[in-house]
């Protein structure tokens, strides 16, 4: 099963073991090629699939953070990418599109159009600027935006669904532009909605931004999953655990995941130069999801509204830049 929100649930790694009983080398090769923790020369490529050499990439960075593990400080573990600063403007330029293609849908979407063409103004938005729709292809999803109505929790697929007064829709796009991802997605309104479903899109608006405002340097995942869950069952809600936030920049899905739930104080600490998505799906009802015969739509199990917003966002030394606001 693929990832938007990444699943928790990685069905591949059920097999793998199958896998490593049959070709051991096989497992561990495909590991390492995604996350090489051999001691890498200066002119090897870098291990953050940027392409470029080691030494013209992350080795003043990962020599950084080995004088800092020396120091006693906790770091990161190296298989998530802090992005170099060459990086970071790639990734900018990326979010400011991603951002501008969904404030050319905020006036667009209205009652009477479909899904499909919602998908068809993202895509040709998203070439018209040079960019890849990432979702087109992604793991064999087959359009270029996910477009999640009302019940559906996300990977909803564009297309001949008429939206009507009413509905509540989440538009999710990802670009890639010149290699590098930005991830984000919005509720959109359609008519007058009623005032239940009004308050679970605000409720959830709130609750990523509860989320980016524990994005600091020394607060941990865990701070942002609580303070999202705190807001959500504070108001009666609750929050999906079948799909989660992801490191994003330089792949479209990186570690580490990022929970829209937990304790505070735990899980990975943030440092400075991490890319990451915080995206929220909270339900009216039960959190728990089930997927369609389509492989993709997430619908909530007891058929309750859902709501879902998403910024990819950057750790800084202050602490937090909303890469697609
Ligand atoms: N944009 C989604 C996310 O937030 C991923 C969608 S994957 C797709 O991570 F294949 F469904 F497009
Ligand atoms: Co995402
Ligand atoms: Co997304």
Known sequence: ??????????????????????????????????????????????????????????????????????????????????????QIAGIRESCRLTKAILDMLETRVEPDITTEQIDRWVHEMTVENGAIPAPLNYRGYPKSVCTSL?????????????????????????????????????MFLVGEVSEAARKLVDVTYECMMLGIEQVKPGNRLGDIGHAIQRHAESRGYSVVRAFVGHGTGIHFHEPPDVHHYGQPGTGMPLAPNMVFTIEPMINAGGYAVRVLPDGWTAVTADGSLSAQWEHTILVTEEGVEILTA
């Not at 009507?164 to 991830?183: A, C, F, Q, R």
Request: proline residues 6%.
């Open 150 to 186: 009302n019940e559906v929790v996300c990977h909803g697929i564009p297309g001949p669904r008429v939206l009507k007064e009413g509905d509540i829709l989440n538009i999710d796009v990802t670009s890639i532009l010149n290699g590098y991802y930005g991830d984000s997605s919005r």
């Open 1 to 86: 099963m693929a990832a938007a929100v990444r699943p928790v649930i990685n069905s591949q790694a059920g097999w793998n073991w199958l896998v490593f009983l049959l070709f051991p080398a096989r497992v561990i090769m495909n590991d390492e090629r995604r996350y090489p923790l051999q001691k890498l020369s200066r002119n090897d490529l870098c291990w953050c699939g940027s392409g470029k050499k080691y030494k013209h990439c992350h080795l003043r960075l990962d020599q950084e953070q080995e004088r800092a593990k020396r120091r006693g400080e906790t770091v990161p573990e190296r298989r998530v990418i802090l992005k170099t600063p060459e």
